[in-house]
């Protein structure tokens, strides 16, 4: 009775919750039909929309705005008038909490495209830049390695598909199950962010939830034993192909980002990295969690409340994004 409550209680907690929590907001601005006038167009997850007021330069303000709400997106238009013409250092700072944004200006007459990170809750766009800036190495390492491990520990669906790997196997085959998953979507995640391979996104995320409902399956059928080696062999290469479709949704992230021509191998590089760092990081805590059960006797319901939960919310995330792509090309 105690197991069918936990696994009721798992689902409701983690039904709700999106799969992908990565936000990234998309800005570009140009100068607009009257002299001394700037319009700037913005999209933002809708759940991070607001009316805030813009940070403008000194002697500018804002002179129009018009909204628009999608599905999961919202669009603002606004114009904005400047009694002065744009230096190289003004900014606008966006009140849109993003985990990151794409920009592009031709404010300056010079068509500037780049990646931004946010300054806590708000992000400034440089509508004064005339080039992209160039950064350092360690910057390029340090801002990728971060949104890769943000990435992989905002995403739900990626979690439960390891969280299953952590609770099918033990020891030495856990390392070779995760050395095959890190494998297989370390390669598709190059093949796709470099457009050697183009695959549709909704039904790759609806693959992506069926693989967490189809090893939590597994799991619970082994019943914590070892495998022999034919079942060993079978398990790699189910892991293997998932891996793959999951490299395919990190690209996904990763083009979002906006990455700049001249760091695309550095950014897909380091990108990758912290997700392999955030990944072993989650491996860690599941395992500590699991001895810290066993010191109890409750590992084996922890065990299977966790796998009965990562089973339901898989079928209700495939069923979700196969309903929302189902709709959205009616």
């Not at 950014?267 to 699991?290: K, T």
Request: hydrophobic share 50%; aromatic share 8%; charged share 15%.
């Amino acid at each position: 009775m105690m197991l069918r409550w936990a696994i009721l209680l798992l689902a409701l907690i983690a039904a709700p919750a999106q799969a992908d929590v990565f936000r990234v907001g998309d800005y570009a601005i140009q100068p607009g039909m009257e002299p001394g006038s700037l319009d700037l167009s913005a999209s933002v997850p809708s759940v991070l929309a607001s009316n805030a007021a813009l940070g403008l330069p000194d002697g500018c303000r804002e002179t129009a705005r018009e909204r628009l709400n999608e599905a999961t997106v919202t669009r603002y238009a606004i114009s904005i008038a400047c009694d002065r013409a744009i230096r190289a250092d003004d900014a606008i700072v966006t009140p849109w909490a993003v985990d990151g944004g794409t920009f592009l200006s031709t404010a300056t007459g010079t068509r500037v495209q780049q990646a931004l990170q946010p300054d806590g809750d708000t992000l400034a766009l440089p509508i004064g830049a005339v080039a992209a800036r160039t950064r350092a190495l360690p910057e390029i390492a340090t801002e990728y390695t971060w949104q890769g491990i943000v990435h992989i520990l905002g995403g739900w669906d990626h979690l439960a598909f390891v969280l299953c790997l952590c609770l099918l196997a033990r020891g030495r085959f856990l390392l070779a199950l995760v050395t095959t998953f890190t494998i297989g979507h370390s390669l598709s995640l190059a093949l796709a962010f470099f457009d050697m391979v183009t695959v549709p996104v909704p039904p790759v995320e609806a693959v992506i939830a069926l693989s967490i409902a189809f090893m939590a399956r597994e799991a619970i059928r082994a019943h914590g034993d070892e495998p022999d080696a034919r079942t060993r062999r079978r398990q790699l290469a189910v892991v293997a192909g998932f891996g793959l479709l999951h490299g395919l949704g990190f690209a996904t992230v990763l083009r979002e980002l906006g990455v700049a021509p001249d760091e695309r191998v550095s950014g897909l590089l380091f990108f990758n990295g912290g997700v392999e760092l955030g990944q072993l990081i989650f491996v860690g805590c599941v395992l500590g969690v699991m001895k810290l059960a066993a010191l109890f006797d409750r590992d084996q319901w922890v065990r299977q409340a966790a796998l009965y939960g990562a089973g339901i919310v898989g079928c209700f995330w495939m069923i979700e994004r196969v309903v929302g792509f189902t709709v959205g090309t009616a």
